[in-house]
């Protein structure tokens, strides 16, 4: 059964650093793409980012490349999203999924979601 | 901000129908599949309709999509309360080689 995991909540300070986890299950990790989502509060799903854990290439949203690092570990079959210099603006819920195509004629979509991370950035 | 356009929020009665647009442009809509994804805030997404009318496994068929030029809709028969909750579109901007994912901005349901 796939799954997929998030660590939990963290409270940071403006310009700390932190690294948060998608740890999955159930699927060989290093053959489907895991892209990261952010939703601000009261507003949308924003697209941050992508990452193939097989040869770690990995792309960004232009909104968000410079601003935060996607990687993954395939021993520990987990994807992480993170910050080096993080602001009040970074305070959002943040999602992890996976890639895969329903047929294979189609798209790919993100069929299994993590439950989410909040991030809370505050001094 | 998002290039996918949706209605802020739609309403109907228990029973009834809603209809949700998705309006985007020849890089995306007009040029990939869309799907769409419902989400109760703080839970995860759940993917609903992909390759613009296919619905994976478990997906009752009071949802159903449908996509013409660069647009695109999501059809809701039988409104139940459980429906309640945000529904985006979604799909590549660009060729699947950009890896460059869009969302709508997002449409609450609400049951009245």
């Known amino acids: 059964e796939v799954q997929v995991v998030q660590s939990g909540a963290e409270v940071r300070k403006p310009g700390e650093s932190l690294k948060i986890s998608c740890k999955t299950f159930g699927y060989r990790f290093s053959s489907y793409w895991i892209g990261w989502v952010r939703q601000k509060p009261g507003k949308g799903l924003e697209w941050i980012g992508i990452i193939y854990p097989g040869d770690s290439d990995t792309k960004y949203s232009p909104s968000f490349q410079g601003q935060v690092t996607i990687s993954a570990d395939r021993a520990l079959t987990t994807a992480y999203l993170q910050w080096d210099t993080l602001q009040a603006s970074d305070t959002a819920m943040y999602y992890c999924?996976?890639?895969?195509?329903?047929?294979?004629?189609?798209?790919?979509?993100?069929?299994?979601w993590g439950q989410g991370t909040l991030v809370t950035v505050s001094s | 901000q998002s290039v996918l356009t949706q209605p802020p929020s739609v309403s109907a009665a228990p029973g009834q129908k809603v209809t949700i647009s998705c309006s985007g442009s020849?890089?995306?809509?007009?040029?990939?599949?869309v799907s769409w994804y419902q989400h109760f805030p703080g839970t995860a997404p759940k993917l609903l309709i992909c390759?613009?009318?296919k619905r994976p496994s478990g997906i009752p068929d009071r949802f159903s999509g449908s996509k013409s030029g660069t647009s695109a809709t999501l059809d809701i028969t039988g409104l139940q309360t459980g429906d309640e909750g945000d529904y985006y579109c979604?799909?590549?901007?660009?060729?699947?080689?950009?890896?460059?994912?869009?969302f709508g901005t997002g449409t609450k349901v609400t049951v009245l």
């Open positions: 020849s890089s995306n809509v007009g040029m990939n599949f």
């Open positions: 999924a996976r890639r895969d195509y329903y047929d294979s004629s189609g798209h790919p979509v993100f069929d299994f």
């Open positions: 390759d613009n009318n």
């Open positions: 979604a799909t590549w901007d660009g060729s699947l080689a950009s890896l460059n994912y869009v």
